[in-house]
């Protein structure tokens, strides 16, 4: 089942019908079709699969080969090994694999049959090939396009879902699209989680699907959900909306606000955290950021070292 407005477009090969009963509207119905390899010299054009006729499987109209559906009907060995692809290009690679049949054989292949395929886009695209000799028993030598007709079953206005597509999506569904049936969100828009998408991202994580790290906001804080950035600022040695940047050289600190100090044994160098100078303090300076000078006056009034 596919969600907004979809044109059929076939590929090589084909099923009588693909068909759904349900509430859904065919969203296919005289919609654009095209076909890759149409038939040479006949009417049968990719317009007859979406035209809404299925009651003849008859060719050319007169119901004179409406044959059985088993083992014995050739056209069911044309249809076998074929694939059902939603692309939002006419290229089937672009889209995703909604069904491809490797298991069914003339006696087992339905017709009609229904693949569920709960996804959105603008293609739905039906290929078979015959391009590998030697095919599996059963198999035509032929992938001739011999569906009737082909029915896509879904809502007709994006972000609304249920049997008569009147329940609307959850709000924090990606483009506001969600599972018609069960209006689960088909992905959900940055700083979201969950199948309803009502969860806020946790656990240091941030914007489309929870996949960003949170960098070092104040105190371990989790930032915010959808952009990223931290609320009360930033921890030491990083600085940014995010606090995703280290504190560039001469700076440290919360916010990387405060200056290395000139004493510093390479002067205004030292540790982004810390403050630490790196390589000891200049003569005559102390302490781990030597800004403590090893002068004072001692109890005498002389100044000692
Ligand atoms: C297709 O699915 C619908 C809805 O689940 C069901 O009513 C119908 O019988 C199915 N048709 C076939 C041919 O399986
Ligand atoms: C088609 O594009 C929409 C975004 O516009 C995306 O949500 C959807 O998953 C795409 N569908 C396929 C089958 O790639
Ligand atoms: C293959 O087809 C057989 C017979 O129709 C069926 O019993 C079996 O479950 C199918 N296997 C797969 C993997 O679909
Ligand atoms: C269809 O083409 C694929 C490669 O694209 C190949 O692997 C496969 O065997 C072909 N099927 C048949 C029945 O020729
Ligand atoms: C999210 O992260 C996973 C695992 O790292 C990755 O496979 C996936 O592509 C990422 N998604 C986005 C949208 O970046
Ligand atoms: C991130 O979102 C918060 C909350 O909406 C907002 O206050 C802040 O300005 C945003 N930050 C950026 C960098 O857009
Ligand atoms: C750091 O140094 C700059 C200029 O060198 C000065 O403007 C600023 O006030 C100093 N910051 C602190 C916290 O001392």
């Known amino acids: 089942m596919f969600r907004e407005d979809a044109s059929l477009f076939c590929l090589l090969g084909f099923l009588p019908f693909l068909s759904t009963v349900?509430?859904?509207?065919?969203?296919?119905?005289?919609?654009?079709?095209w076909q890759q390899f149409p038939y040479p010299g006949r009417p049968w054009g990719a317009d007859k699969a979406v035209d809404g006729l299925k009651s003849d499987l008859d060719a050319y109209g007169g119901q004179t080969s409406n044959l059985a559906w088993d083992?014995?009907?050739?056209?069911?060995?044309?249809?076998?090994?074929?694939?059902?692809?939603?692309?939002?290009?006419?290229?089937?690679?672009?889209g995703v694999l909604c069904f491809k049949d490797t298991n069914y054989t003339r006696a087992t292949i339905p017709n009609p049959t229904n693949i569920t395929c709960v996804t959105h886009g603008r293609y739905v695209i039906y290929t078979n090939n015959r391009t590998h000799p030697p095919y599996p028993a059963g198999y035509s030598q032929y992938a001739f396009n011999d569906i009737c007709e082909l029915e896509v079953y879904g809502c007709p206005t994006p972000g609304y879902y249920g049997e008569d597509c009147s329940l609307p999506c959850p709000q924090n569904c990606?483009?506001?699209?969600?599972?018609?049936?069960?209006?689960?969100?088909?992905?959900?828009?940055p700083g979201y989680t969950g199948t309803a998408?009502?969860?806020?991202?946790?656990?240091?994580?941030?914007g489309f699907e929870c996949n960003s790290t949170c960098g070092k906001c104040l105190n371990g804080e989790q930032c915010n959900h959808v952009n990223g950035s931290c609320p009360n600022g930033c921890d030491e040695g990083v600085f940014g909306d995010k606090c995703d940047k280290e504190c560039p050289v001469g700076l440290f600190g919360y916010n990387c606000r405060e200056n290395c100090s000139m004493n510093c044994g390479v002067p205004g160098k030292c540790d982004r955290v810390t403050g630490e100078c790196s390589g000891g303090c200049q003569p005559g300076w102390r302490d781990l950021q030597c800004k403590i000078s090893k002068v004072f006056f001692c109890s005498d009034l002389r100044i000692c070292a």
């Open 174 to 189: 990606q483009e506001g699209r969600c599972n018609i049936v069960d209006g689960t969100c088909l992905g959900c828009i």
């Open 71 to 94: 083992e014995d009907n050739g056209q069911a060995g044309r249809f076998l090994g074929y694939s059902v692809y939603v692309s939002n290009s006419t290229n089937r690679e672009d």
């Open 22 to 33: 349900l509430a859904y509207e065919n969203l296919a119905l005289n919609k654009p079709a």
């Open 197 to 206: 998408c009502d969860k806020e991202c946790a656990d240091n994580r941030f």
